[in-house]
């Protein structure tokens, strides 16, 4: 119930190209879902998160997908740069009642220049 | 510059050592977490702590013991009944321990058990 499953495990995506990474959750409690963004050697960093009252948020080249009824939220990186190559984790929590944050298993990302 | 400092970066230990990694933040927030991130399996919480002299076990807690004695410091301490020690050890710290606000992390402590 406290799952998040984060799919593809890694990703290659040309420069100049569409990245999507996809989670799925089980826990319709669920009310906020961030994605971290980790470079080699680095901790995780907060890249972009969305609450369920929108079904997507836009940030730059970075957007989430939210839909609720399938409970699947998704991270879109379009102009792929071979400096978002990195780890990307997404993640959820239910902010009433401060449930810890489950974190997806996270994605490789390879950008090729 | 504020942030959370993580040491050592690197460890090596031999098997039935207890070690300590160390992890200080200049944030000013309460809330302070140990994860374990370990290939394929994402970020799993092993303690945390939302107030001074108060701390709560996450996931993973076995074989694991932190402290909060003071607000800018949540050492964690690996110790020998942990049976697969060999991670990359994450520290974070928020503004409060409601997980639906940010988490900052520091660069992380890798352990390596001979």
């Known amino acids: 119930q406290q799952q998040v499953k984060q799919s593809p495990q890694s990703l290659i995506v040309q420069k100049g190209g569409i990245s999507i990474i996809n989670c799925a959750y089980e826990?319709?409690?669920?009310?906020?879902f961030p994605w971290y963004q980790q470079f080699p050697g680095k901790g995780p960093a907060l890249l972009i998160a969305i609450r369920p009252d929108v079904s997507e948020k836009k940030e730059g080249r970075f957007t989430i997908s939210f839909n609720k009824s399938a409970k699947q939220f998704s991270l879109h990186i379009m102009d792929s740069q071979p400096g978002d190559s990195a780890t990307y984790f997404c993640?959820?929590?239910?902010?009433?009642?401060?449930?810890?944050?489950?974190f997806g298993q996270g994605t490789r990302l390879t950008i090729n220049p | 510059d504020g942030g959370i400092t993580q040491s050592p970066k690197y460890l090596f230990r031999k098997e039935g050592q207890n070690v300590t990694l160390s992890c200080e933040q200049n944030?000013?927030?309460?809330?302070m977490y140990w994860y374990r991130q370990d290939p394929g399996q994402g970020l799993r919480l092993i303690y945390y702590s939302q107030i001074v002299n108060d701390f709560q076990k996450g996931d993973i807690a076995e074989g694991y013991s932190v402290s909060r004695e003071k607000k800018e410091s949540f050492p964690l301490t690996v110790t020998s009944a942990q049976k697969n020690p060999t991670a990359f050890y994450l520290c974070?710290?928020?503004?409060?321990?409601?997980?639906?606000?940010?988490?900052?992390f520091g660069e992380g402590s890798r352990l390596t058990v001979l």
């Open positions: 993640a959820a929590s239910m902010i009433q009642g401060a449930q810890k944050l489950v």
């Open positions: 826990n319709t409690a669920f009310d906020y």
């Open positions: 944030l000013n927030h309460d809330a």
């Open positions: 974070a710290s928020s503004t409060s321990g409601r997980f639906g606000g940010e988490l900052f």
